[in-house]
């Protein structure tokens, strides 16, 4: 089999397999009942968050309403999308219901080009050119993001943690250990 083949064939079968990871549902999802009332916990914003270049990244900003004190993000940037319910909530909190009674400030976001976000989606987009500001990658829409929701949030401590969605987790990739997949990050 050729070289050309062989690259074709391992392609389409980790398309299958990721395809297959998307739609399966995500740890911590519920049948409906024991699922809390989102809308009585938090308030929600819908928001383009700007970017350095002037694309703006489609963001859901979930505030608890009860809070009395500052709060840490709990931030994922996702490519597949914030899938709402009937009452405009991501389904994104399915991984997130055991740090739901915690205390967190939730922040999901579509990532550059895809879904609600502006700009043109890249798979592998090469590290940007550090030597011109207005560069971007994956890494500059997620400081970007972040520098953002310290000065337009409220009530935050300064804490923000990283969350990969979980199909994307190293696990998947065939990484070992027990990895928590977390990158805390104060700015």
Not at 30 to 55: C, H
Not at 144 to 161: K, M, S
Request: aromatic share 8%.
């Amino acid at each position: 089999m050729s070289k050309h083949k062989v690259t074709v064939l391992t392609l389409a079968l980790l398309a299958a397999a990721l395809a297959l990871l998307v739609t399966a549902p995500q740890s911590g999802q519920t049948s409906g009942q024991n699922k809390p009332d989102l809308g009585q916990i938090f308030d929600k914003r819908d928001v383009m968050v700007p970017m350095r270049d002037g694309v703006r990244l489609h963001t859901e900003i979930y505030t608890p309403k009860n809070s009395t004190e500052p709060l840490p993000f709990i931030f994922e940037r996702t490519p597949y999308g914030l899938s709402d319910d009937e009452r405009g909530f991501t389904g994104k909190f399915g991984s997130y219901q055991e740090l739901i009674p915690e205390g967190y400030i939730f922040v999901f976001q579509d990532i550059r080009g895809r879904y609600g976000s502006e700009g043109r989606f890249v798979m592998l987009r090469d590290p940007r050119d550090k030597r011109d500001p207005k560069a971007i990658d994956e890494s500059t829409d997620t400081y970007d993001t972040i520098d953002w929701l310290l000065a337009n949030v409220p009530n935050h401590n300064g804490r923000v943690e990283r969350r990969l969605p979980p199909e994307l987790r190293p696990r998947v990739l065939g990484l070992d250990g027990d990895l928590e997949n977390e990158l805390p990050l104060q700015l």
